[in-house]
T-cell receptor
Framework: GAGVSQSPRYKVAKRGQDVALRCDPISGHVSLFWYQQALGQGPEFLTYFQNEAQLDKSGLPSDRFFAERPEGSVSTLKIQRTQQEDSAVYLC??????????FGSGTQLSVL | AQSVTQPDIHITVSEGASLELRCNYSYGATPYLFWYVQSPGQGLQLLLKYFSGDTLVQGIKGFEAEFKRSQSSFNLRKPSVHWSDAAEYFCAVGAGEYGNKLVFGAGTILRVKS
């Protein structure tokens, strides 16, 4: 596609539910990043893939957060047993290399 | 640890006036520095980046930024603001082994009055 696509655009979950957020990067982009943006804050790094390899997951806030990119293209961010503090916009970005990141519009997660 | 400070949460300027958004960073080595813009419901768009070389960097939409190592600053400027520039602006420093793990500031919301 023309850009980074994220789905769903909005997700409402009850506390304790599991959620899965999808990212379709730009075709051919080897690098993929997930960021979390809380209301009124800048994005915060969660994790980074190069092709299918997860090279950095230091930003994942707890073991309830899990990301995968099994075929080096589409990525899924999974949050288990969601908590209210997980409410945020989750941004995905992809890149050909180490320079310019192309961001998707994000998934806004609200945990009630 | 790397950090980015954007001292101004909100800025309001008149259309046609000049603009300067402030950014200070903390980073041990020569930083990779970026400015991104985010409009409501849109993804972040890269305005410009500094890696090395000329400390005055030109970007898209008429924006420029100047890297000042002595002040640990990377301020964004535009000589004449348009109403369509109203958005939120984020400064970021590239961290991590590959320099591609962005550490963002909290953002500055720009309002443009006609």
């Amino acid at each position: 596609g023309a850009g980074v696509s994220q789905s769903p655009r909005y997700k409402v979950a009850k506390r304790g539910q599991d959620v899965a957020l999808r990212c379709d990067p730009i075709s051919g982009h080897v690098s993929l990043f997930w960021y979390q943006q809380a209301l009124g804050q800048g994005p915060e790094f969660l994790t980074y893939f190069q092709n299918e390899a997860q090279l950095d997951k230091s930003g994942l806030p707890s073991d309830r957060f899990f990301a995968e990119r099994p075929e080096g293209s589409v990525s899924t961010l999974k949050i288990q047993r969601t908590q209210q503090e997980d409410s945020a916009v989750y941004l995905c970005a992809s890149s050909l290399g180490n320079e310019k990141l192309f961001f998707g519009s994000g998934t806004q997660l609200s945990v009630l | 640890a790397q950090s980015v400070t954007q001292p101004d949460i909100h800025i309001t300027v008149s259309e046609g006036a000049s603009l300067e958004l402030r950014c200070n960073y903390s980073y041990g080595a020569t930083p990779y520095l970026f400015w991104y813009v985010q409009s409501p419901g849109q993804g972040l768009q890269l305005l410009l980046k500094y890696f090395s070389g000329d400390t005055l960097v030109q970007g898209i939409k008429g924006f420029e930024a100047e890297f000042k190592r002595s002040q640990s600053s990377f301020n964004l400027r535009k000589p004449s603001v348009h109403w369509s520039d109203a958005a939120e602006y984020f400064c970021a420093v590239g961290a991590g082994e590959y320099g591609n793990k962005l550490v963002f500031g909290a953002g500055t919301i720009l309002r443009v009055k006609s």
